[in-house]
């Protein structure tokens, strides 16, 4: 099994970008999916996440601002990401609990660069 994330990228103050984050390999089915981040010098911390229902969760620093979705038929979390601030800026990383014929367990994807700058 394996996450893939992409749409990350150089947004000025104000700006928005999509991210989207795919699973692929032997799945069973797909629980929570989510998005982290980790700026420099600072612990990763939740952003946002999703359950397979389609409830959502945010960190209070991007309600109103972020919408995170998901595809089920295409095993795809999205992150939309509006009036995005240099605070904001991280490397971003998707994060899914998938099962398995064999087990459960959480997978998190390759991280992608998010950097809000004038």
């Known amino acids: 099994v394996q996450l893939q994330a992409s749409g990350g990228g150089l947004v000025q103050p104000g700006g928005s970008l999509r991210l989207s984050c795919a699973a692929s390999?032997?799945?069973?089915?797909?629980?929570?999916m989510g998005w982290y981040r980790q700026a420099p010098g600072k612990q990763r911390e939740l952003v946002t996440t999703?359950?397979?229902?389609?409830?959502?969760n945010y960190a209070d620093s991007v309600k109103g601002r972020f919408t995170i979705s998901r595809d089920n038929a295409k095993n795809t979390v999205y992150l939309q990401m509006n009036s995005l601030k240099p605070e904001d800026t991280a490397v971003y990383y998707c994060?899914?609990?998938?099962?398995?014929?064999?087990?459960?367990?959480?997978?998190w994807g390759q991280g992608t660069q998010v950097t809000v700058s004038s």
């Open positions: 999703i359950t397979s229902g389609g409830s959502t």
């Open positions: 994060n899914a609990l998938i099962a398995t014929i064999s087990f459960t367990r959480d997978y």
């Open positions: 390999g032997s799945i069973f089915s797909i629980r929570t």
